[in-house]
């Protein structure tokens, strides 16, 4: 799935819990994180990234893909 960071609800959350939580986005597992198994792996504008690292706000204009795109 490709959505923008509009789509989610609150902004002062990571963007992992707005995935999952707001967006219902569930096909991943949270690991342990701390930024370390990569687990949740998102690609914003095209980079890999850690969405238990990132935190939602600022992202409105990017684009995150999900695994549920694969
Ligand atoms: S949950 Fe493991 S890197 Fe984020």
């Given at each position: 799935?490709?959505?923008?960071?509009?789509?989610?609800?609150?902004?002062d959350?990571?963007?992992?819990?707005?995935l999952?939580?707001?967006?219902?986005?569930?096909?991943?597992?949270?690991?342990?994180?701390?930024?370390?198994?990569?687990?949740?792996?998102?690609?914003?504008?095209?980079?890999?990234?850690?969405?238990?690292?990132?935190?939602?706000?600022?992202?409105?204009?990017?684009?995150?893909?999900?695994?549920?795109?694969?």
């Amino acid at each position: 799935m490709v959505l923008s960071a509009r789509d989610a609800v609150r902004t002062d959350t990571a963007l992992f819990w707005a995935l999952r939580n707001e967006l219902d986005l569930k096909g991943s597992w949270y690991g342990n994180g701390a930024g370390m198994c990569g687990t949740w792996t998102v690609h914003i504008d095209g980079q890999a990234t850690f969405a238990c690292q990132m935190a939602i706000e600022g992202l409105a204009d990017s684009e995150i893909t999900t695994i549920e795109s694969l």
